[in-house]
């Protein structure tokens, strides 16, 4: 398989995997969060999908095309650190899906986020939350990735004992 | 459809094209060029195609994946236009194929070389010979694209009389 090859294969999974979470919170109501913008191609893919449910997005600093950047007031730039403890009072009510992306080519540093992020993202979600994830996350309920979905490839959880 | 639907089309129609044109120069002997490495995926993909065939890499500068990167021998740095003046001696015979992808966010210098490439491309291809490129370029005969493939999303030309 070549590295053309792999690429697509992973764009796919990601997305059979948003259109996956967008179907397991149909129905609940509240926000949802995209943790690391980048270029802004999965938040413009949530945002279609999930149609008038505010979408909250988080990055260290605005990298996005010019047509996925969040209106203003559903965009955090920043340290997550920093975002995390502003969306709590900004966003005022428990988020129902979170979907992170922020793997880089820094592994050790991909590593630390990921540490960091499972514990500190609890507080803004919603008991029952779907987390999708893009690095392995600790302190949440594993799921069934979608179908055709290799193990590995993307994180899927659900937090505490709701939903 | 959202930027990641368009975004996972494009290199769909990519590997789709790639794989015609590996296709339309089987029998034919002679070196393929990549004008554009770049990330390395689409030289890591004709690489996997075209088996022993030479294979010549140029950009500007060296921005590969370490996996994609080639051979000292295969890999023409620096300004195009030195480098072909380079690679007329160093391939020492004409190419069979040259896939072109070099198009950038700046649409003005993206179109000014496209208006270069196409005539400078000439004196390293054999007749016949093959090209597949992101941007439309002059002086080549149009073929069609493989089935699936959207008119204009990818480019593709036989030079001259032969083949």
């Given at each position: 398989m070549s590295r053309l090859d792999s690429f697509i294969?992973?764009?796919?999974a990601q997305r059979a995997c948003l259109d996956h979470v967008v179907g397991l919170i149909a129905g609940r109501d509240g926000p949802a969060l995209e943790i690391g913008l980048g270029n802004g191609r999965t938040y413009d893919h949530l945002r279609a999908r999930l149609g008038d449910r505010a979408l909250y997005a988080f990055d260290?600093?605005?990298k996005a095309h010019p047509d996925c950047v969040p209106p203003a007031e559903f965009l955090i730039l920043g340290d997550f650190r920093d975002g995390f403890r502003l969306a709590s009072v900004r966003i005022g009510r428990p988020a129902v899906l979170?979907?992170?992306d922020f793997g880089s080519g820094d592994r050790a540093a991909t590593a630390a986020l990921a540490a960091w992020l499972g514990p500190a993202l609890k507080p803004l979600l919603a008991p029952g939350a779907i987390v999708l994830s893009d690095q392995a996350l600790?302190?949440?309920r594993p799921l069934p990735l979608p179908a055709g979905v290799a193990e590995g490839r993307y994180f899927l959880y659900r937090h505490g004992d709701g939903g």
């Amino acid at each position: 398989m070549s590295r053309l090859d792999s690429f697509i294969r992973r764009l796919e999974a990601q997305r059979a995997c948003l259109d996956h979470v967008v179907g397991l919170i149909a129905g609940r109501d509240g926000p949802a969060l995209e943790i690391g913008l980048g270029n802004g191609r999965t938040y413009d893919h949530l945002r279609a999908r999930l149609g008038d449910r505010a979408l909250y997005a988080f990055d260290r600093e605005l990298k996005a095309h010019p047509d996925c950047v969040p209106p203003a007031e559903f965009l955090i730039l920043g340290d997550f650190r920093d975002g995390f403890r502003l969306a709590s009072v900004r966003i005022g009510r428990p988020a129902v899906l979170a979907h992170c992306d922020f793997g880089s080519g820094d592994r050790a540093a991909t590593a630390a986020l990921a540490a960091w992020l499972g514990p500190a993202l609890k507080p803004l979600l919603a008991p029952g939350a779907i987390v999708l994830s893009d690095q392995a996350l600790d302190g949440f309920r594993p799921l069934p990735l979608p179908a055709g979905v290799a193990e590995g490839r993307y994180f899927l959880y659900r937090h505490g004992d709701g939903g």
